[in-house]
C-alpha cells in the first residue's frame, strides 16, 4: 500500500483511441505530478499541480492533457497518441517541496 | 543535457559486501537530493535524501554522502543483501522552485548470494 493509486496499471490503445489514466492520493498531500519513464531514459516530469493549479507543463505534446479536479486526484487524458509515446506513466504526491512519494505506474502502449 | 548522470547502469555485488551507487549532478542550484529504489512492475519508493548543508546522512544500512564541490553523491549500502537488488534512482530539486524532482537514469543493482 504506497498511498497512491494508479489504474489502470496496463493499457494497450490504438493511436486514434481516446483514453484517461487515473491517480489518486490518499496522503493529504497538496501537490500531485505525473511523470514518463521511457526505456533506458531518466523519469521526465510531465506537470506538477499545487492546490489543484497546474504550477508546470515541461513542455509536453497537447496530445497529454492533466486534469487535477481536487488535491486527492488527477487524471491524464490521452488523445491521438504516437506509438513513441509507449512507456510507464507514474503519479506522484508530496507535501509541498517535501519528499515525493510515487504510485505503481500505469504501463501504456500505443499501437 | 542531462543535469543528473547516474554514469554506473549497473552493479553486481556479493552478499554482505558493500554496494556504492555513484551520482553526479551539474546544477550547483540543486539543494537536495534524494535516492529511490524500484522493482520491476512498481513504482519507484523513497529510500534517503541529504539536504546540500550536509555532507553525510545515515539510515541503517543506507548512508548517502554529498560532495558539494565535486558536484557528487554516493549510496552505500552495507551490508548489502539479495533484497537490495532493484534499479537505484538518483533525484536532485532545488526546493524553493517546488518539488521538481531531476532524476538520473537509474543503476541496477545485484546482489548475488
Known amino acids: 500500500e504506497t498511498g497512491v493509486t494508479q489504474t489502470p496499471r496496463h493499457l494497450v490503445m490504438g493511436m486514434t483511441n481516446k483514453k484517461s489514466l487515473k491517480c489518486e492520493q490518499h496522503?493529504?498531500?497538496?501537490?500531485m505530478y505525473w511523470y514518463k519513464q521511457s526505456a533506458k531514459k531518466p523519469l521526465e516530469l510531465m506537470f506538477v499541480?499545487?492546490?489543484?493549479?497546474?504550477?508546470e507543463n515541461n513542455s509536453v505534446p497537447s496530445r497529454f492533457s492533466p486534469e487535477c479536479p481536487n488535491s486527492s486526484h488527477l487524471f491524464l487524458h490521452l488523445h491521438t497518441l504516437q506509438p513513441e509515446d509507449s512507456a510507464l506513466y507514474l503519479c506522484?504526491?508530496?507535501?509541498?517541496?517535501?519528499?515525493?512519494?510515487f504510485g505503481q505506474g500505469t504501463r501504456l502502449t500505443v499501437v | 543535457d542531462q543535469q543528473v548522470k547516474q554514469n554506473s547502469p549497473s552493479l553486481s555485488v556479493q552478499e554482505g559486501r558493500i554496494s556504492i551507487l555513484n551520482c553526479d549532478y551539474t546544477?550547483?542550484?540543486?539543494?537536495?537530493f534524494l535516492w529511490y529504489k524500484k522493482y520491476p512492475a512498481e513504482g519507484p519508493t523513497f529510500l534517503i535524501s541529504?539536504?546540500?548543508?550536509?555532507d553525510k546522512n545515515e539510515d541503517g544500512r543506507f548512508t548517502v554522502f554529498l560532495n558539494k564541490s565535486a558536484k557528487h553523491l554516493s549510496l552505500h549500502i552495507v551490508p548489502s543483501q539479495p533484497g537490495d537488488s532493484a534499479v537505484y534512482f538518483c533525484?536532485?530539486?532545488?526546493?524553493?522552485?517546488?518539488?521538481?524532482?531531476?532524476f538520473g537514469a537509474g543503476t541496477i543493482l545485484r546482489v548475488k548470494s
Open positions: 546544477n550547483s542550484m540543486f539543494d537536495y
Open positions: 496522503l493529504g498531500h497538496n501537490a
Open positions: 499541480y499545487n492546490f489543484k493549479e497546474q504550477t
Open positions: 533525484a536532485a530539486n532545488r526546493r524553493e522552485y517546488g518539488n521538481k524532482l531531476v
Open positions: 541529504i539536504s546540500s548543508i550536509k
Open positions: 506522484a504526491s508530496s507535501q509541498s517541496s517535501g519528499i515525493a512519494f
